[in-house]
């Protein structure tokens, strides 16, 4: 009897230690496309490659008629099935009222608090600079997706479209998998 109890905790230890699943996020690749070349262009836009566990995005959008006093940003999450289809978010921002007083949209509120990290998007509007986000890496999403929301596998696309004063200024596209 004691021989089939060790048998059946032994079983039981070692299936939970080979079925435990790790997720990886991982940046695939990094497009920026400005539809209003008189309004913002960018200088830079790229997926940085360091080694295999670390890689980054940076980008830094020139903009050519500032101040800036009327900001919209629409995200959307696709993924990749015969095409990139439509996937669980779509929304859209007044980015200069969020960045007075905070959505209460946990999704919005946790990729602005990341990329507030890493850029110079940190105060309201005008805006009357350039804009840069500087090595943004993706550990934080990484934990994000795989944690706090459980994404099926797959490879993903979060486009966002830059609107300004009601007229679609810039495209950025953001490819990833999850493994």
């Known amino acids: 009897m004691a021989i089939k109890l060790n048998f059946i905790v032994v079983f039981l230890i070692c299936c939970r230690y080979f079925t435990e699943v790790y997720s990886l996020v991982e940046f695939t690749n990094v497009q920026c496309e400005s539809l209003d070349k008189d309004f913002a262009l960018f200088d830079y836009c790229f ?24 900001i919209k940003v629409s995200f959307a999450l696709y993924k990749r099935v015969n095409g990139y289809l439509p996937f ?54 990484n934990n994000m997706v795989t944690k706090k929301l459980p994404f099926p596998e797959g490879n993903y696309l979060i486009e966002g479209h830059w609107i300004a004063y009601d007229i679609d200024r810039a495209i950025t596209k953001f490819y990833w998998s999850l493994t």
Do not use: G, Q
């Open 88 to 141: 669980l978010y779509n929304m859209t921002l007044d980015a200069c009222r969020f960045l007075k007083s905070p959505n209460p949209n946990p999704i919005a509120l946790y990729f602005y608090s990341y990329f507030k990290e890493y850029s110079n998007i940190n105060h309201t509007c005008p805006y009357n600079h350039d804009i840069v986000l500087d090595k943004m890496p993706y550990d934080k999403i």
């Open 47 to 70: 997926l940085k490659s360091v080694n295999r566990s670390y890689k980054y995005v940076s980008l830094k959008v020139k903009l050519l008629k500032i101040p800036i006093t009327k």
